[in-house]
Protein backbone atom coordinates (compact mmCIF):
# COMPACT_ATOMS: atom_id res chain seq x y z
CA UNK A 1 0.00 0.00 0.00
CA UNK A 2 2.62 2.48 0.72
CA UNK A 3 4.83 1.72 -2.47
CA UNK A 4 1.57 2.59 -4.01
CA UNK A 5 0.48 5.34 -2.50
CA UNK A 6 4.00 7.46 -2.97
CA UNK A 7 3.83 5.86 -6.91
CA UNK A 8 0.70 7.47 -7.13
CA UNK A 9 1.20 10.77 -5.41
CA UNK A 10 4.85 10.99 -7.24
CA UNK A 11 2.63 11.05 -10.54
CA UNK A 12 0.10 13.04 -9.24
CA UNK A 13 2.92 15.52 -8.61
CA UNK A 14 3.77 15.71 -12.28
CA UNK A 15 0.45 15.75 -13.61
CA UNK A 16 -2.34 16.54 -11.40
CA UNK A 17 -4.98 17.17 -13.99
CA UNK A 18 -4.96 12.98 -14.22
CA UNK A 19 -8.55 11.90 -13.53
CA UNK A 20 -7.11 7.92 -14.34
CA UNK A 21 -4.59 8.80 -11.53
CA UNK A 22 -6.78 10.03 -9.24
CA UNK A 23 -9.87 7.12 -10.18
CA UNK A 24 -6.77 4.80 -9.35
CA UNK A 25 -5.54 6.19 -6.10
CA UNK A 26 -9.29 6.57 -4.72
CA UNK A 27 -9.34 2.66 -5.70
CA UNK A 28 -6.38 2.31 -3.53
CA UNK A 29 -7.63 3.97 -0.52
CA UNK A 30 -11.09 2.14 -0.97
CA UNK A 31 -9.23 -1.19 -0.56
CA UNK A 32 -7.43 0.08 2.53
CA UNK A 33 -10.94 1.22 3.94
CA UNK A 34 -9.78 5.17 3.71
CA UNK A 35 -13.68 5.56 2.14
CA UNK A 36 -13.32 9.37 2.48
CA UNK A 37 -10.12 9.53 0.87
CA UNK A 38 -11.50 7.57 -1.65
CA UNK A 39 -14.63 9.52 -2.29
CA UNK A 40 -12.25 12.79 -2.83
CA UNK A 41 -10.15 11.25 -5.00
CA UNK A 42 -13.00 9.90 -7.31
CA UNK A 43 -14.88 13.33 -7.44
CA UNK A 44 -11.79 14.65 -8.40
CA UNK A 45 -11.60 12.82 -11.35
CA UNK A 46 -14.88 13.61 -11.61
CA UNK A 47 -13.98 17.46 -11.84
CA UNK A 48 -11.28 16.56 -14.15
CA UNK A 49 -13.75 14.39 -16.37
CA UNK A 50 -17.10 14.53 -15.68
CA UNK A 51 -17.74 11.66 -18.42
CA UNK A 52 -15.28 9.31 -17.03
CA UNK A 53 -17.21 6.41 -16.16
CA UNK A 54 -15.36 4.52 -13.74
CA UNK A 55 -14.59 7.13 -11.52
CA UNK A 56 -18.66 7.29 -11.51
CA UNK A 57 -18.76 3.65 -10.92
CA UNK A 58 -16.51 3.81 -8.36
CA UNK A 59 -17.73 6.44 -6.26
CA UNK A 60 -20.95 5.10 -6.35
CA UNK A 61 -19.72 1.62 -5.00
CA UNK A 62 -17.85 4.04 -2.42
CA UNK A 63 -21.48 5.44 -1.75
CA UNK A 64 -23.37 2.18 -1.76
CA UNK A 65 -20.81 0.59 0.37
CA UNK A 66 -21.66 3.39 3.14
CA UNK A 67 -25.47 3.27 2.69
CA UNK A 68 -26.07 6.80 1.08
CA UNK A 69 -28.54 6.59 -1.54
CA UNK A 70 -26.76 9.02 -3.79
CA UNK A 71 -25.27 6.05 -5.18
CA UNK A 72 -27.57 5.19 -7.72
CA UNK A 73 -27.59 8.62 -8.98
CA UNK A 74 -23.60 8.01 -9.98
CA UNK A 75 -24.33 4.37 -11.69
CA UNK A 76 -26.77 6.18 -13.90
CA UNK A 77 -24.46 9.08 -15.14
CA UNK A 78 -21.67 6.06 -15.47
CA UNK A 79 -24.48 4.29 -17.60
CA UNK A 80 -25.51 7.66 -19.65
CA UNK A 81 -22.37 7.92 -20.67
CA UNK A 82 -21.91 4.64 -21.35
CA UNK A 83 -25.20 2.71 -21.26
CA UNK A 84 -23.34 -0.92 -22.00
CA UNK A 85 -20.72 -0.33 -18.84
CA UNK A 86 -21.78 -3.77 -17.51
CA UNK A 87 -20.08 -2.91 -14.13
CA UNK A 88 -22.48 0.05 -13.22
CA UNK A 89 -25.62 -2.42 -14.57
CA UNK A 90 -24.82 -4.94 -11.63
CA UNK A 91 -24.47 -2.58 -9.40
CA UNK A 92 -27.25 -0.53 -10.19
CA UNK A 93 -29.44 -3.76 -9.84
CA UNK A 94 -28.01 -4.29 -6.64
CA UNK A 95 -29.21 -1.06 -5.44
CA UNK A 96 -32.80 -1.98 -7.04
CA UNK A 97 -32.44 -5.88 -5.43
CA UNK A 98 -31.89 -3.54 -2.25
CA UNK A 99 -35.02 -1.38 -2.31
CA UNK A 100 -37.28 -3.89 -2.64
CA UNK A 101 -37.58 -3.31 -6.96
CA UNK A 102 -36.86 -7.04 -7.66
CA UNK A 103 -38.47 -7.03 -11.15
CA UNK A 104 -36.17 -3.81 -12.01
CA UNK A 105 -32.51 -5.29 -10.86
CA UNK A 106 -33.66 -8.61 -12.38
CA UNK A 107 -34.43 -6.44 -16.03
CA UNK A 108 -31.55 -4.62 -15.33
CA UNK A 109 -28.91 -7.94 -14.45
CA UNK A 110 -30.29 -9.38 -18.25
CA UNK A 111 -29.41 -6.32 -20.04
CA UNK A 112 -25.66 -6.57 -18.63
CA UNK A 113 -25.98 -10.04 -19.94
CA UNK A 114 -27.27 -8.98 -23.23
CA UNK A 115 -24.10 -7.08 -23.33
CA UNK A 116 -21.58 -9.72 -21.74
CA UNK A 117 -22.77 -13.00 -21.83
CA UNK A 118 -19.98 -14.05 -19.98
CA UNK A 119 -20.04 -11.93 -17.11
CA UNK A 120 -19.68 -13.65 -14.07
CA UNK A 121 -21.26 -11.19 -11.46
CA UNK A 122 -24.40 -10.94 -13.60
CA UNK A 123 -25.08 -14.55 -13.86
CA UNK A 124 -24.38 -14.72 -9.79
CA UNK A 125 -26.55 -12.24 -8.97
CA UNK A 126 -29.18 -12.94 -11.30
CA UNK A 127 -28.95 -16.57 -9.70
CA UNK A 128 -29.62 -15.08 -6.54
CA UNK A 129 -32.36 -12.58 -7.44
CA UNK A 130 -34.08 -15.87 -9.05
CA UNK A 131 -33.09 -18.26 -5.59
CA UNK A 132 -34.93 -15.79 -3.68
CA UNK A 133 -37.97 -15.62 -5.61
CA UNK A 134 -38.67 -19.43 -5.78
CA UNK A 135 -37.37 -19.77 -9.76
CA UNK A 136 -34.80 -23.32 -9.22
CA UNK A 137 -34.64 -23.58 -12.46
CA UNK A 138 -33.45 -19.86 -13.43
CA UNK A 139 -31.20 -19.91 -10.45
CA UNK A 140 -29.29 -23.18 -11.37
CA UNK A 141 -28.85 -22.25 -14.75
CA UNK A 142 -27.28 -19.24 -13.74
CA UNK A 143 -25.31 -20.44 -11.19
CA UNK A 144 -23.88 -22.82 -13.29
CA UNK A 145 -22.98 -19.82 -15.80
CA UNK A 146 -21.66 -18.28 -13.10
CA UNK A 147 -19.08 -21.19 -12.27
CA UNK A 148 -18.12 -21.27 -15.64
CA UNK A 149 -17.18 -18.00 -16.04
CA UNK A 150 -16.40 -16.78 -12.67
CA UNK A 151 -14.01 -19.16 -10.58
CA UNK A 152 -10.77 -17.05 -10.58
CA UNK A 153 -12.46 -13.83 -10.44
CA UNK A 154 -14.85 -14.78 -7.77
CA UNK A 155 -12.92 -17.59 -6.12
CA UNK A 156 -14.50 -16.64 -2.91
CA UNK A 157 -18.07 -17.20 -4.02
CA UNK A 158 -17.10 -20.69 -6.16
CA UNK A 159 -17.67 -23.29 -2.87
CA UNK A 160 -21.01 -21.62 -1.73
CA UNK A 161 -22.32 -21.16 -5.34
CA UNK A 162 -21.31 -25.51 -5.75
CA UNK A 163 -23.62 -25.84 -2.28
CA UNK A 164 -26.54 -23.87 -3.38
CA UNK A 165 -26.39 -25.66 -6.91
CA UNK A 166 -26.56 -29.34 -4.78
CA UNK A 167 -28.92 -27.81 -2.20
CA UNK A 168 -31.31 -26.59 -5.48
CA UNK A 169 -30.53 -30.28 -6.71
CA UNK A 170 -28.75 -29.19 -9.66
Same mark, same amino acid.
Given at each position: ?? $??????????? &? $????? =? *??? /?????? =???????????????????????????? /????????? $?? %?????????????? %?? $? *? =??????? !? !? &???? +? @???????????????? %??????????????????? #?? #?????? @?????? +??? #????? *????? *???? #????
Amino acid at each position: FD $NALAHYRALLE &Q $NDASA =E *VHN /NLGLLY =EERGQRDDAVKQFQRAIAIDPRYVKAHN /NLGVSMMRA $NQ %PAAAAEFRVALAAD %PR $N *V =ESLVNLA !L !L &QKAA +G @RVADARDLLRRALAID %PRSAGSHYNLAVVADEAGD #TA #TAIEHY @RSFLRF +GTV #THADL *VGRVR *VRIN #TLGG
